[in-house]
């Protein structure tokens, strides 16, 4: 293999900077086979309806085409949700200990975490209270209870924090499920921290579903999904599914408007409530869409509250579950995961899941596509639309997505049947979403796992029985093209850059028939692009992380080098949940030790808490799970206080 020395101070100054928390992505999808050519040298432009009669005839028309027989959606099948960035050291001020922040995709872009800390605070919401910790004194210093009447106390919550605003995110339950279930309770809870905390507003999408929420300065744009609210008739007995599909078409061409329009309730601080709809000329659609769902961008500055603007909402016909974030750019994409409403389960094991074979009550699977919707958000106030674009097969979460030097890269993967896949990463100017330039045949016949972009330079992890690291030049976006690739066992669900020439990979070790064996973190040398290689690994038999899943798990300090991960070890006899401490420094991977809260006991039962967040707060480690927050000291990993959350 010829080595291409010119390629190494590209990779040296890309990480360098990338230890400074730059612009990244990751991916992880099924597997694919060879896929049809989609034609990427025209965009898809949203356009905005000439009139409200416009748009209601083009609403009913295109979901009147896609209902099917149990109206928007299927049969329900289980589905496995995975969720899904460098973690920056905020600067020490003479009043603020030095601290870590939610490891994030994009440096300056926050995102939704169940904990947040300033330094001087740390503050998370359980059971529907906010609490805040004093660091000073490790204790909680105020509550403020958060639920409503007839709501569940363990309605998951989320925090953006500004100053001393707190966004409150209860992000409800699924949309897709209505017509079984009850919607969850999605609401926004804006919050003043200034003194005893108190409830400022509380905006509530009415019958929408929280999608994500990016946060730069102290403006949050805030995306949620909703669905025509209209009630299907109850099918006659023995009726074919035929029938029904012309049943529901029927309803759907006589409903109003107002059952697509998207709505929100606002209610001060006074109690005083208002509802807004979006209006018709605020609501946009692309050349092709289904009518089935709308996507709603709402924006919030944290500084100013709800002005009487309310939150400046813009609508767009289509459907998306990925919010992707920079300082200018607002993304949304959207996958092929709803076939005819019937969504595909996910595959946990090496075999991907399949399409089932069309029938006349299963609907063909459209084509594997991700649709990708750009947003400018470099104005107050609303956002305004760009462009949008396509791209052959579908990504999991944001990091299959990173904008850089005007261009955006999208990592997919497309699957036909078990054997046969293909990955790839296109490149697609930002401005307009024409395709640029692409490179593929990542890992054929096997997943992708794990993306990391760090400037001009990407990275690709790809496993079936074998882990290959496939090293990206990126910097002729025109012809993006693979340099290197390093075999080995396992295989990397999360990367993350370690500074000049390194790279910190998070998975699973495995065996060489590609069953998973325990958690394992690799140092990775990347300093040549041609010829990657693994410097060191931590593997724990028997194990499992959720920093393999959830980035905001993961917490690295480049200051010392400490990481720490969640871990839960496994046996026949017991499970031990807790936190590893590593020291990661230029040449290798140590465990430092564990970190495990106290046990929890009640009514002859105990167990023992898994920890959800770690962060660093002057010279300790602050660890959050579902009972309390434990202080441990950063370099001894003693014990220095239990702070309980219940």
């Known amino acids: 293999m010829i080595r291409r020395e010119g390629m190494k101070p590209l990779i040296r100054k890309a990480l360098t900077v990338a230890a400074l928390a730059t612009a990244t992505a990751a991916c992880t999808s099924a597997p694919s086979g060879t896929p049809a050519k989609l034609d990427l040298s025209k965009n898809v432009r949203l356009v905005s309806y000439s009139s409200c009669d416009d748009m209601l005839a083009g609403l009913r028309e295109h979901a009147a085409d896609n209902v099917g027989p149990w109206g928007f959606g299927g049969p329900i099948m289980p589905y496995l949700a995975r969720e899904d960035t460098a973690m920056t050291p905020q600067a020490k001020t003479a009043e603020t200990p030095d601290h870590s922040t939610t490891n994030v995709h994009e440096a300056g872009v926050d995102e939704p975490d169940l904990v947040k800390t300033d330094g001087n605070r740390v503050i998370t919401v359980t059971d529907g209270t906010l609490r805040v910790v004093d660091t000073a004194t490790k204790k909680v210093t105020a509550t403020l209870k958060l639920t409503e009447k007839g709501q569940p106390v363990y309605t998951p919550a989320n925090l953006l924090v500004s100053g001393d605003r707190a966004l409150v995110l209860f992000e409800g339950g699924n949309i897709m499920f209505k017509r079984f279930a009850p919607v969850g309770d999605t ?45 299907f008739p109850t ?168 904008e850089f030097d005007g261009n955006l890269r999208i990592a997919t993967t497309q699957s036909q049947d078990q054997k046969n896949s293909s990955s790839a990463v296109y490149v697609l100017k930002s401005d307009s979403m024409d395709k640029v330039g692409e490179v593929g045949g990542l890992g054929e016949g096997e997943r992708i796992y794990s993306v990391r972009f760090i400037g001009p330079v990407g990275y690709c992890v790809t496993f079936k029985q074998m882990d290959p690291l496939y090293t990206l030049d990126l910097r002729d976006p025109a012809a993006p093209k693979v340099t290197g690739e390093l075999k080995i066992t396992g295989y990397s669900a999360y990367l993350h850059p370690a500074g000049d020439g390194r790279l910190i990979g998070i998975g699973q070790e495995a065996s060489d028939k590609g069953r998973p064996l325990g958690t394992q973190v690799s140092l990775f040398d990347v300093s040549d692009p041609v010829s990657p290689k693994r410097l060191s690994q931590m593997f724990q038999k028997d194990s499992g992380s959720g920093a393999e899943w959830d980035p905001h798990a993961f917490l690295y300090w480049p200051k010392t080098g400490l990481a720490v991960i969640p871990l839960s070890t496994y046996s026949e006899q017991q499970q031990q949940d807790g936190a590893v401490a590593l020291k990661i420094d230029d040449s290798g991977v140590s465990k430092l030790g564990m970190i495990t809260h106290p046990v929890h006991k009640q009514d002859g039962y105990s167990y023992q808490p898994g920890i959800q967040r770690s962060m660093v707060i002057g010279d300790s480690v602050w660890t959050v799970s579902y009972d309390g927050v434990q202080v441990n000291d950063i370099n001894t990993l003693a014990k220095q206080a239990w702070i309980p959350l219940h």
């Not at 209610?267 to 092709?288: I, L, M, N, Q, Y």
Request: net charge negative.
């Open 235 to 402: 099918p006659k007995d023995n009726a074919t599914d035929d029938e029904r599909k012309k049943q529901n078409q029927d309803v759907v061409r006589r409903a109003p408007l107002d059952a697509w329009l998207p709505k929100v309730e606002i209610t001060d601080a006074s109690g005083a409530v208002r509802t807004d709809a979006v209006k018709c000329e605020r609501v946009s659609h692309p050349a092709d869409y289904t009518g089935t769902s709308l996507l709603t961008v709402h924006t919030i500055d944290l500084a100013q509250g709800i002005t009487p603007a309310g939150t400046a909402p813009i609508s767009l016909a289509a459907d998306g579950d990925t919010v992707y974030g920079t300082s200018g750019s607002l993304y949304v994409a959207s996958n092929p995961q709803w076939w005819g409403g019937i969504m595909e389960p996910m595959a946990v094991d090496d075999a991907p899941a399949t399409a089932p074979e069309a029938t006349p009550s299963t609907p063909k699977a459209p084509p594997e596509e991700t649709e990708v919707h750009r947003f400018d958000i470099t104005q107050p106030g609303a956002p305004s639309y760009v462009a949008s674009g396509k791209v052959p097969g579908r990504l999991l979460n944001q990091y299959s997505l990173s």
């Open 187 to 231: 609401r926004y809870v804006l919050v003043d921290l200034s003194g005893e905390p108190k409830v400022v507003a509380t905006i509530k999408p009415k019958g929408g579903q929280f999608i994500d929420a990016r946060m730069v300065g102290s403006t949050v744009r805030l995306v949620t999904r909703s669905q025509p609210d209209i009630t």
